[in-house]
C-alpha cells in the first residue's frame, strides 16, 4: 500500500525545474534526433544456394561452348574450301568456280565469321605458269597479261558482281 501511494504522490507532483535537463532538452532538434534514430532492426532473409541451377548453368555454358567450337571449325573447313575454289578459278577461269566461292563466302558472312580477304590474284599465276622466261617478254603475251591484270583489277574492286 506504501508502494502504490509513494507512486500515486510521484505522479501527481509535477516538477517545476529539473535543472540542467531542462536547458540541455531545449537544445537538441526533435527532427535531426529522429533522422538518427535506427529504424527497427530486422533481420535480412538469407537466400538459400541453389546448387542444381549453379551446376545446369555450368552444363548450359559448356554445351555453348561446344557449340561455337563446332562453328569455328565448320567455318574454317568452309574458308579452306572457299580459298580452293578461288585459286581454281584462277587457275581455270571458270565461272562456277567463282559461284561456289561467292556461295561459301555468303554463308561464312551469315555465320558471323567473314572472311578476312576474298580476292582474286590470276595474273602472278599466270606470270609463274610459263616454261620458258623469254615467252613472257613477247608483245602479244605482254598485252594480254595487261589486259588480263585490268580485268583482275575489276574483278577484285566488285567482287560481288554478277556481270
Not at 23 to 48: L, M, N, Q, R, W
Request: hydrophobic content about 40%; charged content about 35%; overall charge positive.
Amino acid at each position: 500500500m506504501k508502494f502504490t501511494l509513494l507512486i500515486g504522490l510521484a505522479a501527481a507532483v509535477q516538477l517545476e525545474n529539473a535543472g540542467i535537463w531542462d536547458s540541455i532538452s531545449g537544445a537538441v532538434d526533435a527532427s535531426a534526433y529522429t533522422k538518427e534514430t535506427p529504424k527497427e532492426y530486422t533481420e535480412k532473409e538469407v537466400k538459400k544456394i541453389d546448387y542444381a541451377a549453379i551446376e545446369r548453368a555450368k552444363i548450359l555454358a559448356e554445351q555453348k561452348e561446344a557449340k561455337k567450337a563446332e562453328k569455328a571449325d565448320a567455318a574454317k573447313k568452309d574458308l579452306e574450301d572457299m580459298n580452293i575454289e578461288l585459286f581454281t578459278f584462277a587457275k581455270t577461269l571458270k565461272p562456277s568456280n567463282m559461284r561456289k566461292a561467292l556461295q561459301i563466302k555468303e554463308k561464312l558472312e551469315n555465320d558471323g565469321f567473314p572472311p578476312q580477304h576474298f580476292r582474286v590474284s590470276v595474273v602472278s599465276l599466270f606470270q609463274k605458269g610459263f616454261k620458258h622466261e623469254a615467252v613472257k617478254n613477247y608483245k602479244f603475251v605482254k598485252e594480254s597479261m595487261e589486259d588480263l591484270l585490268v580485268a583482275e583489277k575489276n574483278l577484285n574492286r566488285n567482287i560481288d558482281s554478277s556481270a
